[in-house]
């Protein structure tokens, strides 16, 4: 449940590893080919940062490398930036970047809207995984201390499901989707 940057990298990361994903995300997606276009036309109530600048930092940059180089690139075509610390050093590292592995401190500098729409557009392509545009109005299954969560309810039908990832931001209310 959600389609923004947590819902979609964990859409991608299960549908990779063999798993059947449905992504389920209130907002339809942006129709624009361009991340211009997107940043431009496609304002998102419920994500009010998306429209700022944002640095994600050399973990990021690395686990992109090394799991899933295509959103990376994908990133990078469209003018993401890659910013190398030995190149750009902040003054108080500058004089200690010279160790293994100080090639890897790479952030990359974009707008949170980019990195959604490139993230977006390669989770859709994904060959076992379907979007799905539409509100959670409850979700079905066993309550109990650790209820066991066995469907998601939408306004037009049911999503049955063997793990339910609640992916919606942090105005995510749990009371609204009680069994």
Do not use: C
């Not at 991340?35 to 304002?43: D, E, G, L, R």
């Amino acid at each position: 449940i959600g389609g923004s940057l947590a819902g979609l990298t964990t859409a991608l990361a299960f549908s990779r590893a063999g798993w059947h994903v449905d992504v389920i995300e209130r907002d339809p997606a942006p129709d624009g080919a361009d991340a211009n276009i997107v940043f431009n036309q496609y304002p998102r109530a419920a994500v009010p940062q998306s429209g700022h600048s944002h640095n994600f930092f050399s973990l990021i940059t690395v686990t992109l490398r090394d799991r899933a180089p295509d959103v990376l690139e994908k990133l990078i075509d469209h003018g993401v930036r890659p910013l190398k610390m030995r190149e750009f050093p902040p003054p108080m590292l500058a004089s200690v970047l010279n160790g293994p592995g100080d090639d890897d401190l790479v952030a990359l500098a974009m707008r949170r809207s980019t990195y959604e729409w490139a993230l977006r557009r390669i989770v859709a392509a994904e060959p076992n995984l379907e979007m799905r545009v539409g509100a959670v109005t409850g979700l079905e299954g066993e309550p109990g201390p650790v209820p066991k969560i066995t469907a998601v309810r939408l306004a037009d039908g049911v999503v049955d499901a063997d793990l339910v990832v609640a992916a919606t931001g942090r105005r995510f209310d749990p009371s609204e989707l009680a069994l």
